[in-house]
């Protein structure tokens, strides 16, 4: 079972990025709660930690993972390992993006990138599928060593924002 929920976040943009971050992250949680009720019927669920800072509830066979960007949260939950990625589609893939890629991205990832007629979707493509496959090993791999390649993904577009789930 796998069930994927994400919206949009609406916030003043005056509003300091202490603050932006801290709607971001309540609102991820509520659509949690929420989708944890719904799916599983877990109320009030206490939200533990591992040792490597991945967020966990303490009921065997429940998984989940959130993410959120610039006014967006995503969230899924499953009754196997799951990671979710989001990300604002906001860059074009120019030197500062080939910079982030060289220093995080493996030699056939960025031949992807060189290859790819879209070179800036294809680098959230690759980033996203990055976070969401690290977030589901539970931070065990370095991000840096994650071939996005060897595994499957699934990806979600909603507008500007694009989402990748691991599972």
């Known amino acids: 079972m796998l069930e994927i929920k994400y919206k949009h976040i609406s916030y003043d943009e005056n509003m300091i990025e202490r603050d932006k971050t801290a709607l971001l992250h309540n609102s991820a949680y509520e659509l949690l709660y929420s989708m944890l009720n719904k799916y599983f019927g877990i109320n009030n669920p206490k939200i533990l930690k591992t040792a490597k800072g991945k967020p966990y509830i303490d009921n065997k066979g429940v998984y989940f993972s959130i993410s959120h960007t610039y006014g967006f949260v995503a969230c899924a939950v499953s009754d196997s390992p799951i990671g979710i990625d989001c990300e604002k589609i906001t860059t074009k893939y120019d030197k500062k993006a080939e910079s982030f890629a060289n220093r995080y991205f493996l030699e056939n990832e960025i031949n992807l990138l060189k290859n790819e007629a879209f070179s800036s979707l294809c680098f959230y493509k690759i980033w996203t ?18 071939d996005v390649t060897a595994h499957t993904v699934t990806y979600i577009f909603e507008k500007d924002y694009i989402i990748c789930v691991k599972n």
Do not use: F, N, S, V
């Open 129 to 146: 599928a990055k976070e969401a496959i690290y977030k589901m090993q539970g931070g065990d791999i370095p991000i840096t060593k994650i």
